[in-house]
Each structure stands twice: as structure tokens, then as C-alpha cells.
T-cell receptor, first 114, second 117 residues
Framework: GAGVSQSPSNKVTEKGKDVELRCDPI?????LYWYRQSLGQGLEFLIY????????KSGLPSDRFSAERTGGSVSTLTIQRTQQEDSAVYLC????????????FGPGTRLTVT | AQTVTQSQPEMSVQEAETVTLSCTYD???????LFWYKQPPSRQMILVIR??????QNATENRFSVNFQKAAKSFSLKISDSQLGDTAMYFC??????????????FGKGTHLIIQP
């Protein structure tokens, strides 16, 4: 079956612009995770959704970051007023249940802020 | 908070050799999962092997096996009969039971494994 898909694959944006990153999880997977991978910080967990609900948003790097999930499926990660330090690969993963012990990752979106 | 440490930034071995990647972690939880993920240049993170802390038996998946030492908080990955396709970044990761999945994975910095022909 289809795996986790993310779009766009690559995004170049100017500093100060807003960007939206999309994640389509595996059909039927209730849990969804966003991670950020950067040279300086390595892999960081950003946010978790169980269904459409995100119980804890404290992992988001700043208030310029927001995320939502609709219909228990597609999720979008929005970065407002992008900064150069936002440049990274943003990875999405989904899991069949909320324990997250078998997470399937998408190919990521490489964001470059110029 | 938990931490995961991978002390080998890069390793290189010849094809068909056996290689062991090291990982140590720190946590106050008693029940948790440990993982090894592979990330080839395509960026796709692939789950290699998973270990549940309450299981004493070391997990094995074909050529991949782990040496899990709970008391020492050590979780190494052994790759036998290494193949060119094993060339990738390997990440060790931790997830505690207490968060019910909501805490996400905590990753180490990774080891770049190069298999030489």
C-alpha cells in the first residue's frame, strides 16, 4: 500500500514569507508525528497528533510554528515569517496506534530559507 | 528527559564484514522502546529493528541484531555480512511508555556507516 507522503519535496522561500508543509499519513493510521532534522540540532520531535488532537504543542520551536490535522488524516505544518534558522528537513511519520512504537516516515520536505 | 548518545560519527568497513554501532541512553523510566533507524541518501527513515525494554531476549531481524544491556543502558546494533546497500546514516532512538506515544522519538546524532566494496 501507499506509504507516508509529504509535499513539497523541496521548498525554497525568502526570509519573512509563510510556508505550509503537508503530510499524508498511511490510511488508517491514527497517530501522526512531525520531526525536524537540521545539521545543528539533529533530529527533533516537534508535535504529535492522536486523531485531530495535539495534546502538547510545547515541542514547536517558536510561536511562528503551528500544525493542524483534519479528518484524522492530512496534516499541515505552517511556519510564519520564516527565518534562516528554520532551514531544515521536516519529516512526518504515522503510526497505527497511539503508542508510536512502529512509526513509518515520509521522505521529508527540505526547506531552505534564503 | 532522556538522552541518546551515539559516539561514532562515522564508520567504514569492507563488504561482507561484521560491524557494530554503539548507542547509550539515559532515562529514569523503567519501561520503554529502543529503535535503530536507517536513513539512506533518499532521506527516507526506515525502521531496522525494535527492542522493548521488558524483553530480555535481544531482537534480531535477518542480518541485524542488537545487544541490549538494560543495566548499562546500552543498545548496540550488529550488522552481519554487510552489504553495499547498508551504506546510510543509522540513528538510535528512544521512546518511553509513560507518554503513551505522545512524546515522540528521541534520537541520537547518528552514525554514518560506509560499506566499501
Amino acid at each position: 500500500g501507499a506509504g507516508v507522503s509529504q509535499s513539497p519535496s523541496n521548498k525554497v522561500t525568502e526570509k519573512g514569507k509563510d510556508v505550509e508543509l503537508r503530510c499524508d499519513p498511511i490510511s488508517g493510521h491514527t497517530a501522526l508525528y512531525w520531526y525536524r532534522q537540521s545539521l545543528g540540532q539533529g533530529l527533533e520531535f516537534l508535535i504529535y497528533f492522536q486523531g485531530n488532537s495535539a495534546p502538547d504543542k510545547s515541542g514547536l520551536p517558536s510561536d511562528r510554528f503551528s500544525a493542524e490535522r483534519t479528518g484524522g488524516s492530512v496534516s499541515t505544518l505552517t511556519i510564519q515569517r520564516t527565518q534562516q534558522e528554520d532551514s531544515a528537513v521536516y519529516l512526518c511519520a504515522s503510526s497505527k496506534d497511539n503508542r508510536g512504537y512502529e512509526q513509518y516516515f515520509g521522505p521529508g520536505t527540505r526547506l531552505t530559507v534564503t | 528527559a532522556q538522552t541518546v548518545t551515539q559516539s561514532q560519527p562515522e564508520m567504514s568497513v569492507q563488504e561482507a564484514e561484521t560491524v557494530t554501532l554503539s548507542c547509550t541512553y539515559d532515562t529514569s523510566e523503567n519501561n520503554y522502546y529502543l529503535f535503530w533507524y536507517k536513513q539512506p541518501p533518499s532521506r527516507q527513515m526506515i525502521l531496522v529493528i525494535r527492542q522493548e525494554a521488558y524483553k530480555q531476549q535481544n531482537a534480531t531481524e535477518n542480518r541485524f541484531s542488537v545487544n541490549f544491556q538494560k543495566a548499562a543502558k546500552s543498545f548496540s546494533l550488529k550488522i552481519s555480512d554487510s552489504q553495499l546497500g547498508d551504506t546510510a546514516m543509522y540513528f538510535c532512538a528512544f521512546m518511553g511508555y509513560s507518554g503513551g506515544g505522545a512524546d515522540g522519538l528521541t534520537f541520537g546524532k547518528g552514525t554514518h556507516l560506509i560499506i566499501q566494496p
